[in-house]
């Protein structure tokens, strides 16, 4: 393992924004983690852990630390888990491309990922901010999480349970923020689960065409997003691309904000989304709110602005954008629906620096 210095972490984001890193090490195996990690002791660096950088926002000034890029790839194992014949386990290096595992689960015909096709990122992103797309998250499908525990010093294998997953969020990034990395990750499917579609331009798309195959939602899915400018094909990479997907979560808000929305709401403005959660919460849209804000698909501020065809996509249009630009746009955003509706729009991908 080589460590090197004043590494420019922008090429390793999808938004290719952000200044360098003061030591970089590629990581290939679990004792390359332990002697980088040894590193970092050593001179008294903070850490930061790198996946496929699709879920990130680096500042212009850098991280005066030590980032570690995931590369563990190697072989994903399959085999039935332990006592029964209609489950089975894959065993998934951290490094592996988040979308190659998709597929391999989907050839062999196991339903429980396809939905989450064409997801940028690493497997040991994956359970992260558990993941979802189109009415599937990772954690329905996460049987364990092989961790570096950097507080014990040792590695461990958490289960699902333990990850405490929820929208956007589990241990990784709530309570246990920067203590775990990821390894590797074991998936379980049970061998009769059919697919099930939750989602309209997916039911759309299929028809009546009663239990696709995962392998027909897997392209589906990935046709879906390309459409949306979601799916990044390094070879035909345009502005609406350099983005960290959706910069926005969904905010959940209590029932009494919704209805004080929907009394400002003109006639003209249509039905607002919104979804009941499980603890009498609603789930609000925040594309929605943030066009009935004023702020269309292609809005540009410079060098920065909105996804041509995805509103909650923010994009680095010229390429050679910086960190403040982009994040003086968020603040915008955020402040004008602040104003308009009340609700606070948090930021979904991570910042570092
Ligand atoms: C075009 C586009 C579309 C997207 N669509 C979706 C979507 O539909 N649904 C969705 O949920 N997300 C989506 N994302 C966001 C992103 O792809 C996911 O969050 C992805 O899982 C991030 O993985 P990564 O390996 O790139 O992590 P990174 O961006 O490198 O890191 C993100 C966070 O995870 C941590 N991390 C990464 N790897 C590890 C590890 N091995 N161990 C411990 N911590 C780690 C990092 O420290 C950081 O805090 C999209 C992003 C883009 C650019």
């Not at 489950?87 to 196991?110: K, M, S």
């Amino acid at each position: 393992m080589t460590i090197e210095e004043n590494v420019l972490l922008a090429p390793y984001t999808t938004l290719k924004i952000g200044g360098p890193a003061r030591y970089f090490a590629k990581v290939a195996t679990e004792d390359e983690l332990v002697e980088a990690v040894r590193f970092a002791r050593g001179l008294g660096l903070p850490l930061f852990v790198l996946g496929g950088g699709s879920n990130l926002v680096v500042a212009d000034r850098g991280f005066d630390g030590l980032v570690v890029q995931i590369a563990i790839t190697g072989k994903v194992f399959a085999g039935s888990a332990s006592g029964s014949t209609m489950r089975i386990l894959f065993q998934v290096p951290a490094g592996i491309d988040w979308d190659t595992f998709v597929a391999i689960a989907c050839e062999a015909g196991y339903a429980g990922v396809e939905c989450l096709a064409g997801i940028p990122g690493t497997v040991g992103g994956s359970p992260v901010q558990n993941i979802g797309a189109y009415g599937q998250e990772v954690s329905q499908t996460i049987h364990t999480v092989r961790v570096f525990d950097l507080e014990a010093h040792d590695f461990v294998d958490l289960s699902a349970k333990e990850c405490e997953f929820g929208y956007r969020r589990s241990i990784f990034n709530t309570s246990q923020r920067g203590r775990f990395v990821v390894t590797r990750v074991v998936f379980e499917f049970d061998l009769d689960t059919l697919v099930r579609l939750n989602y309209e331009d997916l039911k759309r798309h299929f028809g009546d065409k009663p239990n696709p195959r995962p392998l027909e939602v897997y392209r589906a899915v990935r046709e879906i997003r390309a459409g949306k400018g979601m799916l990044i094909d390094p070879e035909t990479a345009g502005p609406d691309e350099r983005s960290a997907g959706s910069f926005f979560k969904n905010p959940v808000v209590s029932t009494r904000v919704v209805t004080d929305i929907l009394e400002t709401l003109a006639p003209d403005e249509g039905t607002m989304p919104q979804w009941p959660t499980d603890d009498g919460k609603v789930k609000l849209a925040a594309a929605w709110l943030i066009e009935h804000s004023g702020f269309k698909k292609g809005y540009a501020q410079g060098r920065v602005g909105i996804s041509s065809r995805h509103t909650l996509a923010l994009i680095n249009r010229t390429g050679d954008a910086t960190c403040d630009e982009l994040l003086r746009l968020r603040d915008l955003i955020v402040l004008t629906v602040e104003q308009r509706f009340g609700v606070t729009l948090a930021m979904e991908p991570v910042m570092l620096g």
